[in-house]
């Protein structure tokens, strides 16, 4: 839809400074009671294949703000990134960059998106008890006609347990 609308928000425009077209942002805070979290999505997009690397960049961020176990505090760090640290964004994933993580969709039957990621797993690491700030966004870059979305599958928990193994005779 072309809503015709803008909004500037700074981290996804760290991203790519041209999303600021029909941007849709969803906030919320999580309490996970384990050691690290799992998201599982993916990003598709209408924009595949006529528009990549054409000026029509559209992006999706997943930052995430909170205690980082390893020290001091995540600080927006976007986990919507593939498993070689690249993110997620029409230009980054397509049939010519990274495309052991795209899906060509052209014409597809279930999903109107032309083209879309893989299911990504970015997985980040928690302090258990501890309150998390997500802020999902994804914005049209260049342009407001052909939309984007991401599909959220699951947010999981899980906590590793450390064991050892005695014998005895």
């Known amino acids: ?11 996804l425009i760290s991203l790519e400074t041209s999303a600021v077209n029909d941007v849709c942002m969803f ?3 999580v309490i996970p009671q384990c050691d690290s979290l799992t998201i599982r999505f993916i990003f598709g997009s209408e924009e595949y294949p006529e ?9 999706f961020g997943f930052f995430v703000s909170g205690p980082n176990p390893a020290g001091g505090n995540y ?7 593939l498993p070689n640290n690249t993110t997620v964004s029409i230009d980054n994933v397509n049939a010519g960059s ?3 993580y795209f899906v060509n969709n052209t014409g597809g039957d279930f999903l109107q998106y032309n083209g879309y990621t893989v299911v990504l797993s970015p997985r980040i690491k928690v302090e258990p008890c501890q309150t998390y700030h997500f802020k999902l966004i994804i914005g049209d870059a260049g342009d407001d006609s052909f939309d984007s979305g991401v599909l959220i599958d699951f947010i999981s928990c899980t906590t590793s347990i450390e064991g050892s193994v005695s014998t005895s005779t």
């Not at 839809?1 to 981290?11: A, E």
């Not at 528009?51 to 992006?59: L, P």
């Not at 600080?75 to 990134?81: G, L, Q, S, W």
């Open 75 to 81: 600080n927006a760090v976007n986990i919507a990134r």
């Open 1 to 11: 839809t072309q809503l015709n609308t803008t909004f500037s928000d700074p981290n």
């Open 51 to 59: 528009y990549v690397n054409s000026g029509f960049n559209d992006a």
């Open 98 to 100: 990274n495309s052991q």
């Open 27 to 29: 906030e919320l805070d």
